[in-house]
């Protein structure tokens, strides 16, 4: 698909814990890059073709900086795509 990994890290911070509503989370963050590119809306069709499992379609982040959307990977954890606008 064209993806960097620029970034890949655990985290165990407080804010993680409430945003996801569970205390002591550690979660697993790769953040990847499209060199090539491609926008959100491209991306899931490309893996939706592929048939990923999505929850949902690229949406309009609430305060209106990025596109995102949800889908899980082989072993069903869910993963967000962003696109920052």
């Given at each position: ?7 890949d ?6 804010y ?14 790769i ?5 090539d ?6 991306a899931?069709?490309r ?11 690229p ?10 959307c ?6 069903n ?9």
């Open positions: 698909m064209g993806l960097e990994v620029i970034q890290f655990w985290d165990d911070s407080n993680m814990n409430k945003i996801t509503g569970i205390e002591e989370v550690n979660t697993h963050m953040k990847l890059k499209a060199n590119g491609t926008v959100i809306e491209k899931y069709k893996l939706m073709q592929k048939g990923v499992k999505f929850i949902s379609q949406m309009l982040f609430s305060e209106g900086f990025a596109k995102v949800f889908c899980f990977d082989p072993n954890t869910r993963i967000e795509l962003v696109e920052m606008l």
